[in-house]
């Protein structure tokens, strides 16, 4: 398990890259005429290490899970409309199997923490560690034991997918509550208290959001002095639907999977992430206690592997769009990314990831048909001994 969170991402293809910005710049199309899906075909350019990249097989991801400070009604949602949830997309009932659908993606649920049960199908995976996390104003949100358990689930998931041939790994979630926990991860994490990150694009707070302003208070008053790493800051605040999608990430990554990446508790996932998977003190890391306690969160001084070549692991992610929650766009320019759309969606469950990915096929579509140059034939290779 440790020894799998080494950075060790795969190298972006720079022939690759080179090759389509050639490509690109030709008499018959001005350069920078096509605006972003320039951009959208060089990085899966880079990604797929062809001069040809192209979106055949889409697949759609997505972990559920529940959080213990939901009792605290600091959502307005329950853990049954989670379950709701999961049950209308494994009957293709809800707004991501249509999205899916148009873009010939398959779609993979999996439960790690929801206080209900689905039955099991060819679209829903059991892989529970609890149900629901703790209560993180009272307690730890899991144990050390929890977490490196859900970073394996998602982990394996993104191994299936890309032992299933799959181009794409489409990321979403569904989580009761987990914006109240991704507003504590913010705060610690970027240094903005959650008052702060709460009054992003007005004036004032709502009295609804009162309790759950306190409620993050109360948690980061209480596990300030835990609050070391990032892994630490995940255990102690996050989800296991977070947690899961770290671990997909980090794996998809290192596997040389593009990460399709969906709304804010996604992008609060890809950030730890890459805190975690750029810290070159990992290869030294020998026990579970080391493994936790690595990472400068606050200012990481390690921006790539020890060996200098592996790439962030946010140059493996398309980030889909900027959902409506103005702190979103905050988290956005701390990963200096520009996501694709800005529609005001807060839905989750992969709908902005999925609703990308025609768009990405498209772009590639419009590439591949522009005559090109004789290029060399290409390899995938990386040069880091991890």
Known sequence: MIED???????????????????LHQPLKPEGTLGRLEEIVVRLAGHQATASPQVKKPKVVIFAADHG?????????????????????????A????????????????????????ELSDKYLSAKVAASTADFTQTAAMSEQQLLQTLQVGMQAAE??????????????????NTTSAIALISVLSGKSAEELLLMGRTRIMSSERQKLAAIEQALELHQDQLTSPLRI?????????????GAYIRCAQLGLT????????????????LVSRND?????KSVEMLMDLGQYS?????????????????????????????????????????????DMKLGQATGSTLVVPLLQQACLVYNSMPKQELPQMEMESDCPI
């Open 234 to 246: 995940l255990q102690h605040l996050g989800g296991f639907e977070t947690a899961a999608l770290c």
């Open 299 to 343: 200012v990481p001084e390690t921006m790539f592997c020890i060996c200098g070549n592996c790439p962030r692991l946010v140059e493996w992610c398309i980030f889909s769009h900027q959902s409506a929650e103005k702190f979103h766009a905050l988290v956005l320019e701390i990963l200096a990314v520009e996501p694709l759309l800005q529609f």
């Open 281 to 285: 003190q990992l290869v030294h890391c």
């Open 5 to 23: 969170l080494f950075c060790a991402n795969q190298e972006v293809n720079d022939e690759a890259l080179h090759n389509v910005m050639m490509n």
């Open 69 to 93: 400070m939901a009792s605290e009604d600091l959502s307005e949602y329950s853990a049954e409309q989670a379950v709701q949830w999961l049950e209308a997309l494994s009957s293709e009932k």
């Open 160 to 177: 299936r997918a890309k032992q299933e041939g799959c181009d794409l790994f489409i990321s979403g979630e569904i989580g009761i509550a």
């Open 95 to 118: 707004p991501t199997n249509a999205l899916a659908q148009f873009s010939n993606a398959a779609i993979e649920l999996i439960d790690v923490g929801l206080k209900g049960n689905l």
């Open 259 to 274: 990460i399709v990446v969906d709304g804010l508790m996604a992008t609060v996932a890809a950030w730890i992430a890459d």
